[in-house]
T-cell receptor, first 112, second 119 residues
Framework: GNSVTQMEGPVTLSEEAFLTINCTYTATGYPSLFWYVQYPGEGLQLLLKATKADDKGSNKGFEATYRKETTSFHLEKGSVQVSDSAVYFC???????????FGIGTKLQVIP | NAGVTQTPKFRVLKTGQSMTLLCAQDMNHEYMYWYRQDPGMGLRLIHYSVGEGTTAKGEVPDGYNVSRLKKQNFLLGLESAAPSQTSVYFCASSYRRLAGGTRLDNEQFFGPGTRLTVL
């Protein structure tokens, strides 16, 4: 069935380290792909998105490229900050009813 | 704009009690959703609505009912709460995607969540 696979973590990095969170998806057709972020005690908010193959989404120093050939949408950031500590969800959406399938979320901890 | 709001923020119930969670959005979104978030499970869709007066089942609908009497409100009801329903509940809303894409392409806007404990 349709799904999103990402590591649960936690991923622990030192400040200014390079971040990669892998995400692969299984879906039919041409879904839109998203990364959402959830800060402690808050709801999810959209971080970035890509709506077609080879598109790159970017926001707040984070980037992800829609790779249809590898069905991946890995999240990267060149230099993480303590304030980036959060849970990151990869997701895809398609269809007339806009149902979005979320991964389990990856917890990121950035230490000073 | 307040965006998506949820009430209450916290609630403790005893097994068998009932309650209703309220979600409201002021963005004139057509679609609304209820999710539950559990450790190691991510977000799972309970019910959703594609417009006023319409609802549909999601991935885990058992034990829940919903209503969308007004476009801006989406209510989630638990008729007889069970400990397995202890979770954090999130409401979300989105525009209707237009044919061929655009209209923000499925982006969902989330409320702050309701933490429910069933004893």
């Amino acid at each position: 069935g349709n799904s999103v696979t990402q590591m649960e973590g936690p991923v622990t990095l030192s400040e200014e380290a390079f971040l990669t969170i892998n995400c692969t998806y299984t879906a039919t057709g041409y879904p839109s792909l998203f990364w959402y972020v959830q800060y402690p005690g808050e709801g999810l908010q959209l971080l970035l998105k890509a709506t077609k193959a080879d598109d790159k989404g970017s926001n707040k120093g984070f980037e992800a490229t829609y790779r249809k050939e590898t069905t991946s949408f890995h999240l990267e950031k060149g230099s993480v900050q303590v304030s980036d500590s959060a849970v990151y969800f990869c997701a895809w959406g398609s269809g007339g009813y806009q149902k979005v399938t979320f991964g389990i979320g990856t917890k990121l901890q950035v230490i000073p | 704009n307040a965006g998506v709001t949820q009430t209450p923020k916290f609630r403790v119930l005893k097994t068998g009690q009932s309650m209703t969670l309220l979600c409201a959005q002021d963005m004139n979104h057509e679609y609304m959703y209820w999710y539950r978030q559990d450790p190691g499970m991510g977000l799972r869709l309970i019910h959703y609505s594609v417009g006023e007066g319409t609802t549909a089942k999601g991935e885990v609908p058992d034990g829940y009912n919903v209503s969308r009497l007004k476009k801006q409100n989406f209510l989630l009801g638990l008729e007889s709460a069970a400990p397995s329903q202890t979770s954090v509940y999130f409401c979300a809303s989105s525009y209707r995607r237009l044919a061929g894409g655009t209209r923000l392409d499925n982006e969902q806007f989330f409320g702050p969540g309701t933490r429910l404990t069933v004893l």
